[in-house]
DNA sequence: CGTGCCGTTGACGATATTCAAGTGCAGTGG
DNA sequence: CCACTGCACTTGAATATCGTCAACGGCACG
């Protein structure tokens, strides 16, 4: 599904308006794109890190244990800005892959510092911050407290939310192409489990979700079901 | 056991040398410290957001769901700096309670303005920032990929480490007084099986328990069991 | 026409939860 | 001083949830 502006201004604009200024001088970082092709790492474990804007497609970030075991700590979708602090950082102890073919904008520690000396922005980017800290959050409760069946149907009504707040879903429908390998990532639990569990979903007429679509025919009962309170995402 | 030198100070110059300007307006922060006592909420869930730095004393932030179940996501150790743009909240969706008896500083918007205004203690900042993400992010691929005994293990190490960083353990000791309920809540298992777990740490050596104090008599061989790897605290 | 990835299914086993009862200890109040 | 209470922790037995192993089908890609 298309964004009808461009993602990243819309995501930048949820909490703040921004002056004609402020657009500018993020549109200006769109002249440099780079584009990732789907399962390709955008940065390596091991490597620096950097700061990255998602213009198009859905980025992860996968961490490694010692005996192979990964997991997915983060999804970032169209009009994220994150790892804004991250090019302190000399060597990364996670990668960043894009999910899907995905364009994206990297921003310098001094382009950031420019964009940090316009107040209103600063303040949008402080929201981005914001977001991710309480996502992550959300995620430890998820992981933490809920059944393997619970958390699906969590992951599923914050990814429609999310794409909701750009414009990217409506009418139940949204674009949704982790596979169950990923949401087995994401969720901590094994592909033959997550499998199940869908299909638990789908037989209690929950969700509908085939060939990289996703269809939510009631989102307040998958809501319920999921014990999701939409609150920590802060929309408005 | 008690911090050298002031341990926000101590924490701050992990990653950063601060001027005696820097040292200074940290130090005016600590006229205004606040006391709460264990089991009082710094924060209840519904309130506004705020800016908190740990002077003395450990902090949870706790999160509930509809159903009762309860999950601590973060913990808070002598010289954190925590919840940077949290004053952007308007309701809270967790709760920030004491552990032990503690010791705060509150912070405000424009307190933090001012000393972002210093390069040096922007700088500091960030790493605290980046410092709790990365925690959050390796308590996920805890909850996520590890089993019981490995998550409790992985916690001591990391509390281990981190208390070190600023001088509160040494020798393999350090203080450790979260009950087996709130081991509980952070590693998203019950108390009977926390203890169950507990007992195979114990008898298998890696560590030493009790009341409220933590002895590892071999750093290493726990952070084996725990498939603990140091680099996500980026300490030095 | 293979090959690899994704998803599914079944049988079985491991891990963790639930329920219930009981201990020790610190603090409280008669 | 001693019952009484609440809390932290422990233990056992039964159960549920989830993981492991293995096999199979469909589909895209070269």
Redesign the pocket.
Same mark, same amino acid.
């Given at each position: 599904m298309k964004c009808p502006q461009h993602p990243v201004l819309a995501h930048l604009q949820r909490h703040v308006r921004l002056s004609a200024s402020d657009r500018n001088a993020i549109e200006a970082l769109f002249q440099s794109c780079r584009k990732v092709k789907s399962g390709r790492e955008l940065i390596r474990s091991g490597a620096a890190g950097k700061t990255f804007a998602v213009v198009e497609g859905w980025i992860a970030r996968e961490s490694l244990l010692l005996d192979g075991r990964q997991q997915i700590t983060a999804l970032f979708l169209p009009g994220d800005v994150f790892d804004l602090n991250a090019e302190l950082i000399a060597d990364c102890d996670y990668s960043l892959r894009a999910v899907t073919d995905s364009t994206v904008v990297e921003i310098s520690r001094s382009q950031l510092r420019r964009l940090k000396d316009q107040p209103r922005l600063d303040e949008a980017l402080c929201w981005e911050e914001l977001e991710q800290l309480a996502i992550s959050t959300e995620w430890l409760v998820n992981l933490g407290q =809920?059944? #393997?069946?619970? =958390?699906i149907a969590h992951l599923l009504c914050e990814i429609y939310l999310r794409l909701r707040s750009v414009g990217m879903a409506r009418d139940g429908w949204c674009d949704m192409p982790? &596979? !169950?390998?990923?949401? #087995?990532e994401v969720t901590? @639990? &094994? =592909?033959?489990?997550?499998?199940?569990? @869908? !299909?638990r979903l =789908?037989s209690e007429e929950l969700i509908h979700l085939e060939r990289g679509r996703l269809r939510i025919p009631d989102l307040v009962r998958l809501e319920e079901f999921g014990l999701f309170e939409a609150n920590y995402l802060h929309l408005t």
């Open positions: =809920r059944s #393997a069946s619970e =958390r982790l &596979t !169950q390998s990923m949401i #087995a901590g @639990l &094994t =592909r033959v489990h997550v499998s199940r569990s @869908l !299909q =789908r």
